[in-house]
C-alpha cells in the first residue's frame, strides 16, 4: 500500500547540499522533491541504545532536517558492543549528547534536539507533537505501549523494531492507514516471560540491520515512496539469514484504534506492563536483603544455600562466591524444587533482582517461606562488596 508523502518539501537545497545528497537526487523516485521532503521532516528517535545507534546515523547523512532524541541515560562500556553512535570516549556521558556530537560530525546540516528525560504519560504528547514521525528504539513493553497508544492519539506513524539474540522484527503502525502496535500484540506478557537484551544478549550487528529497516521505512514515508511496512511484520534470522512478512490486520476490537475504544487517554504503563508481577512483589515485601546483609552472613559462616537464578552465560562473566546455578526456567518448569534444601536458608539472586523476586514467589507458594532474595542482583553486589569485577 503506497501512501503519500508525509511532509512538504522544503524551498530549496542549497549548492552544498546538492553535492552531498547528490546520489540521492540522481534516484528517479527520490529526486529533487524527496530529498527537500527529507529537509524539511523532523523525525524523533526513542532512544540513542542499540536501534536508535544505526537509524540516527543514516537519517543524518539522509538529510532528514531535525532529529529529536530522548534519552535519559548515560554511556555504559557493555553498550559499546552494538551502540554504534557511542564511542569509548564517550563512556559516563550523556547518550543523547554523545549521539548528537556524532550526527553533527556525519552531517552539519541536521538540527539535533535532545530531550534528555525519561519518557512517560507526562510528557509523551508535547514531545510527540513537535515532530512528523516517531522511530521507536526502546526494549521494554511498557515504553513500546506508551509510544503507541501517543501515536494513535496524535495520529502519528511510527517505525518500529525489535531485537533480540539473533531475532529481528520491524512493521509500521499508523492507525489512520492500518493496525497499530496493540492491534499485534493486545496484552504484554506476563512479567518475566520474555527477557530483555540485558538478560538474553544480542548480537551487535543485529542492531544495524533492523535498525536501517527502520531508517528505510522512515525516508519511504517521509518522501512517498515504495509500499511501506504498513500491516505488514518483517522477522529477520541472523542465523539462517531468513527474512519472512506476516500479515497484520486492524483489529476492530482494539482497545485504543478499534471502533470502540477503550484507551482514550494514556494509562499508566507500568502497572499496565507489569514490570513485576503482584505475586512477586509479595514475596519479596520483607524477604529482600541488601548485598551488604548477603556479605555479612557469608562472613559470619551463616548456612545458606546461594542460588543464582539467571543464565549460565550470565553466570560464567560474574558470579557472587558460593552461588550455585539454577536458572530461572527451572523454577518456573518446577524442576529444581526437587534440588532444594530444607535444612538451609535460601538466598536467591539475580543480575538485578527482578527474576530472583519471581522466583521467589514460586518459592515462597511452595512452603519456603524462610527464603529471601538479594535486590538489586549481582549487580549491587559488584557495585558495594566486590568493585573489581566485572559487570555487563
Given amino acids: 500500500m503506497s501512501l503519500p508523502p508525509l511532509v512538504e518539501p522544503a524551498a530549496e537545497l542549497t549548492v552544498d547540499e546538492v553535492r552531498r545528497y547528490s546520489r540521492h ?14 529537509k524539511n521532516a523532523k523525525v524523533l528517535a526513542v532512544g540513542a541504545g542499540g536501534l536508535g545507534s544505526p537509524a540516527l546515523m543514516y537519517l543524518a547523512a539522509a538529510g532528514v532536517g531535525t532529529l529529536g532524541i530522548v534519552e535519559f541515560d548515560e554511556v555504559d562500556e557493555s553498550n559499546l558492543q552494538r551502540q554504534i553512535i557511542h564511542s569509548q570516549a564517550d563512556i559516563g556521558r550523556p547518550k543523547a549528547e554523545s549521539a548528537r556530537d556524532t550526527i553533527q560530525g556525519i552531517n552539519p546540516y541536521v538540527q539535533v534536539n535532545l530531550h534528555q528525560e525519561r519518557l512517560d504519560s507526562s510528557n509523551v504528547m508535547e514531545i510527540f507533537s513537535q515532530y512528523d514521525l516517531i522511530v521507536d528504539g526502546t526494549d521494554n513493553f511498557a515504553t513500546r505501549y506508551l509510544v503507541n497508544d501517543a501515536c494513535v492519539l496524535l495520529n502519528k506513524p511510527y517505525v518500529w523494531g525489535s531485537i533480540y539474540r539473533f531475532d529481528g522484527q520491524a512493521s509500521v503502525f499508523w492507525s489512520e492507514h492500518g493496525p497499530c502496535y496493540r492491534c499485534l500484540y493486545p496484552e504484554p506478557p506476563p512479567p518475566g516471560m520474555v527477557p530483555s537484551c540485558a538478560e538474553g544478549g544480542v548480537l551487535g550487528v543485529l542492531c544495524a540491520s533492523i535498525g536501517s529497516i527502520q531508517t528505510n521505512e522512515a525516508i519511504k514515508l517521509l518522501a512517498g515512496i515504495g509500499e511501506p511496512l504498513v500491516g505488514r511484520l518483517m522477522i529477520y534470522d541472523a542465523l539462517e539469514m531468513n527474512y519472512r512478512q506476516v500479515k497484520v490486520r486492524k483489529d476492530p476490537e482494539c482497545a485504543v484504534c478499534g471502533k470502540n475504544p477503550t484507551v482514550t487517554e494514556l494509562i499508566d504503563y507500568e502497572a499496565f506492563c507489569g514490570v513485576v508481577s503482584e505475586e512477586a512483589q509479595e514475596a519479596a515485601m520483607g524477604s529482600t536483603i541488601t548485598p551488604a546483609q548477603l556479605k555479612e552472613m557469608i562472613d559470619a559462616g551463616d548456612d545458606i544455600d546461594i542460588i543464582d537464578v539467571r543464565e549460565p552465560n550470565e553466570y560464567e562473566i560474574v558470579s557472587i562466591p558460593g552461588a550455585r546455578l539454577i536458572p530461572k526456567n527451572e523454577f518456573l518448569m518446577g524442576n529444581a524444587l526437587g534440588d532444594l534444601s530444607q535444612d538451609k536458608k535460601i538466598v536467591l539472586h539475580c543480575k538485578t533482582g527482578v527474576r530472583s523476586a519471581e522466583v521467589l514467589a514460586v518459592l515462597k507458594s511452595a512452603g519456603f517461606s524462610d527464603a529471601v532474595h538479594v535486590g538489586g542482583g549481582v549487580i549491587g ?9 566485572p559487570v555487563y
Fill in 25 to 38: 537526487l540522481i534516484i528517479p523516485d527520490v529526486g529533487m522533491d524527496g530529498q527537500k521532503r527529507l
Fill in 381 to 389: 553486589w559488584v557495585n558495594t562488596v566486590e568493585p573489581h569485577k
